[in-house]
């Protein structure tokens, strides 16, 4: 499965975007679709996942109540819809697939690409 992250941009504070991620190839039900932000200097960090199949989500406490993660089975896209963004939301965006519900990066086996999210104050 080849992962194709889109959506991001800059924007005020306070302000929206939402990110698109376009998998090719079938997801099988039991996988799992994960957002992960990293910013300069920083490690790689989880965002939001969703269970493919039960379309069960989670989310980091920092953005626990703003972000909202959804999947459109029919055209094998997830969304993360962001509100009330911050400065420090700032870094660069990537989805991923697994297996198994993981928080950890490592965890991991296909990326797609990051695309840019910039929040000025």
């Known amino acids: 499965v080849q992962l194709q992250a889109s959506g991001g941009g800059l924007v005020q504070a306070g302000g929206s975007l939402r990110l698109s991620c376009a998998a090719s190839?079938?997801?099988?039900?039991?996988?799992?679709i994960a957002w992960f932000r990293q910013a300069p200097g920083k490690e790689r960090d989880f965002v939001a996942a969703i269970r493919w199949g039960s379309g069960l989500t989670y989310y980091a406490a920092s953005v626990k109540g703003r972000f909202t993660i959804s999947k459109y089975s029919a055209e094998n896209t997830v969304y993360l819809q962001m509100n009330s963004l911050k400065p420090e939301d700032t870094a660069v965006y990537y989805c991923a697939r697994t297996s198994e519900l993981a928080y950890a990066p490592a965890q991991y086996k296909s990326w797609g690409q990051g695309t840019q999210v910039t929040v000025s104050s």
């Open positions: 190839g079938r997801i099988f039900s039991s996988s799992v």
